[in-house]
């Protein structure tokens, strides 16, 4: 760029910052001469104000939860969610379980009958005993 086009460049910004300046001004009062952004009247109104962010919350007094059977995990209660003493917080499946609950249950009847079918033998030898020895 040659020595008059930065002059002539010069002057025209010159001449843009004379305009900002004297064209909010034309026409107000003497008190507001000056003034690039005139004057506004202030509007009592109520603010609001938002804050957002992100953190993590560390208890005061941590409490360990367990489980009494080991499991795989079916259902976990969301991150986050507000609970109440007695909420479910966890649920596991319970397939295995089951299945070693149907067998505890036939392993019971099982041994019932087997009871059942001692306590018969026994009375069957009691009585074949009184047999022999009221025959002796």
């Known amino acids: 760029m040659n020595k008059r086009a930065k ?10 910052a004379v ?21 506004f009247p202030a509007i009592a109104s109520d603010l609001d104000i938002v804050l ?12 360990v939860i367990s ?8 259902w ?14 966890i649920e596991l499946e319970n397939k295995e379980l089951a299945n070693q609950l149907e067998q505890a249950k036939q392993e019971r009847e099982n041994a019932q009958r087997a009871l059942e079918n001692a306590q018969r033998e026994v009375k069957l030898q009691e009585l074949e ?8």
């Open 7 to 16: 002059i002539a460049l010069g002057v025209g910004v010159a001449a843009i």
């Open 19 to 39: 305009l900002l300046i004297a064209i909010p001004t034309c026409g107000s009062s003497n008190r507001d001469k000056g003034s690039i952004l005139g004057r």
């Open 52 to 63: 957002t962010g992100s953190g993590s919350l560390k208890s005061a007094h941590p409490i």
């Open 67 to 74: 489980s009494e059977v080991n499991g795989k995990i079916a």
């Open 76 to 89: 976990l209660i969301p991150e986050g969610t507000a609970v109440k003493k007695g909420d479910k917080l």
């Open 129 to 136: 005993s009184q047999k022999l020895t009221g025959d002796a």
